[in-house]
């Protein structure tokens, strides 16, 4: 006796959902079948950098990670970008650096290093 061709269909591993995180922008995105949507959007990933202090050793210690977040000015061309961090991050900056000032490292769009 054979099993017809329903009885023998594998239930899907992958499923294309909506996903609209990102200021309700809507994209679909592949992901496995039932499960939630967690995976950071590739756009998040590139606007990632570590923010660190000048410590005693005189080199410059990585602290933290922050993330950027972008707002237009109604009526203009412009726009405001913060930096986003944890409170914790924030003050290990303030307990370690030696010249009170945060650093940030990223890489450039040809993934060359940049600090300040």
Not at 9 to 15: G, H, K, M, T, Y
Not at 79 to 84: C, D, L, T
Request: charged fraction near 20%.
């Amino acid at each position: 006796m054979s099993e017809s061709r329903a009885e023998s269909a594998a239930v899907p591993i992958w499923e294309v959902v909506e996903d609209n995180r990102l200021g309700n922008f809507r994209r679909f995105v592949f992901q496995p079948y039932g499960q939630p949507l967690m995976q950071v959007p590739d756009e998040i990933h590139k606007c990632v950098a570590f923010l660190g202090a000048k410590t005693k050793s005189g080199s410059i210690q990585p602290l933290g990670t922050v993330f950027f977040v972008g707002e237009s000015i109604e009526g203009t061309n412009t726009g405001i970008v913060y930096a986003v961090t944890a409170r914790h991050v924030v003050e290990a900056i303030r307990n370690q650096s030696i010249d009170n000032s945060t650093y940030f490292r990223l890489n450039t769009r040809t993934g060359l290093l940049l600090k300040n």
